[in-house]
């Protein structure tokens, strides 16, 4: 698996986790875990991705996926607040 598709991955994985970060109060405990938890999975899914195909460590796909996590976190909150203003003026 290329770096570019292991990134999609990972932008999937962390875009759910973002809405509940959004949703939840800064520095609180969901808050921490709506980070944390998708960085289980991810390591997860690195090692998946070791064993069944065989790549190695890049600083290049650790760049990648901490984009694509950021970027995830990032769209899913603002699309939660967006929905949630939404829904307060109607």
Same mark, same amino acid.
């Given at each position: 698996?290329?770096n570019?598709? @292991?990134a999609?991955y *990972? @932008?999937?994985? #962390?875009?759910?986790?973002?809405?509940?970060r959004a949703?939840s109060? @800064?520095?609180?405990?969901d808050w921490?875990?709506a980070?944390?938890?998708p960085v289980?999975?991810?390591?997860?899914?690195?090692?998946?991705n070791?064993?069944h195909?065989?790549?190695?460590?890049s600083? /290049?796909? *650790?760049?990648?996926n901490?984009? #694509?996590f950021?970027?995830? /976190?990032?769209i899913?909150?603002?699309?939660?607040?967006?929905w949630?203003?939404?829904k307060?003026?109607?």
């Amino acid at each position: 698996m290329d770096n570019l598709t @292991f990134a999609f991955y *990972v @932008f999937l994985m #962390a875009f759910p986790f973002g809405f509940w970060r959004a949703k939840s109060k @800064f520095k609180s405990r969901d808050w921490m875990l709506a980070i944390h938890i998708p960085v289980i999975f991810i390591i997860l899914l690195r090692i998946y991705n070791k064993i069944h195909f065989h790549t190695g460590f890049s600083w /290049q796909s *650790v760049i990648y996926n901490l984009i #694509a996590f950021m970027t995830a /976190q990032y769209i899913a909150g603002l699309i939660y607040k967006k929905w949630k203003k939404k829904k307060e003026l109607n």
